[in-house]
């Protein structure tokens, strides 16, 4: 079982929450009842995956030393010593060539989007990640690129809504996650992360105020458009869903900092959960 927990630990199985944006074209084209969309998406879901838990183990290699110094990463399988850079590495390099066999499988188009995925994230660890408001930016270009690629796997046409409205979603959560790390890692913060040294709460608090605003007035923007017929009504609970996470992040809490917590927060839970009900009534009957 300890075997198990270290390799489960080491491919971050809690982050794989960011690749279910690749859903999003499959409920928004109205298919979510087809058995052959389902599948093909379930698969690109798996691919992103693997190739997403592929790019955490070669960060977390390249991270290593600093990772030893920081009050939660050091406890990471390769940081602690649990897991060895050679056997990372392999397992690293296996999901890699699982998913990208299994993407060209579902499409060529596909295949390129994940290929691109593990490339700009590659780029992201070695470079990019230590060079302020380039390293949110390309944040936000990967959670879009796992978005489309639902598209391509469902030979669909890609919505511009789409990417407008993933690429601000992920830059306030990229934000409210920088703001929530200054927050918690005090004046050591540039030690741990480098890129902080640009950053602090003015800068923190512009940013999270102008993206907040263009993912508002986009996704009005998108529930007055033809697509979907009456989607202005989720826009309150849009809202509300929007305000309490940034509530969270100007707060301290540690589901800013951990998204994947979101789930102990009953309030933004039942928002995302109306909202989701809201517009699978107005988009399937």
């Given at each position: ?30 298919d ?16 992103l ?48 060539v ?6 060209f499988?579902?499409?060529i ?17 070695l ?7 380039i ?16 598209t ?42 480098p ?91």
């Amino acid at each position: 079982m300890v075997f198990l927990r270290k390799y489960l630990s080491l491919i971050r199985i809690y982050q794989w929450y960011k690749n279910l944006v690749i859903f999003l074209p499959l409920f928004f084209l109205g298919d979510f009842f087809n058995v052959t969309g389902i599948i093909l998406t379930v698969l690109g879901f798996i691919c992103l995956c693997l190739v997403s838990s592929s790019n955490y183990i070669f960060n977390d290699i390249l991270d290593r030393h600093k990772d030893r110094l920081h009050p939660e990463k050091k406890t990471r399988p390769i940081a602690s010593g649990e897991v060895g850079v050679f056997k990372g590495f392999i397992l690293a390099m296996i999901l890699l060539v699982i998913s990208l066999w299994l993407a060209f499988g579902l499409s060529i188009y596909f295949f390129l989007t994940v290929a691109s995925l593990f490339s700009l994230t590659t780029i992201y660890s070695l470079v990019l990640k230590n060079e302020p408001f380039i390293d949110i930016l390309l944040i936000g270009v990967n959670f879009v690129l796992r978005a489309i690629g639902g598209t391509f796997i469902l030979d669909a046409t890609i919505s511009p809504w789409l990417i407008i409205c993933t690429f601000f979603l992920s830059l306030f959560l990229s934000v409210s996650k920088r703001r929530a790390d200054l927050m918690y890692l005090g004046e050591k913060a540039a030690e741990h992360k480098p890129v902080l040294k640009f950053y602090n709460k003015s800068i923190t608090n512009s940013l999270l105020s102008v993206i907040t605003t263009t993912l508002i007035i986009s996704y009005t923007l998108y529930s007055f458009s033809d697509k979907i017929p009456y989607a202005i009504i989720t826009l309150p609970v849009a809202m509300y869903a929007i305000f309490r996470f940034l509530q969270l992040s100007y707060s301290g809490s540690k589901i800013a900092r951990r998204p994947h917590l979101v789930i102990h927060d009953v309030r933004l839970v039942l928002a995302i959960i109306v909202w989701v009900l809201l517009l699978g009534v107005l988009i399937y009957l």
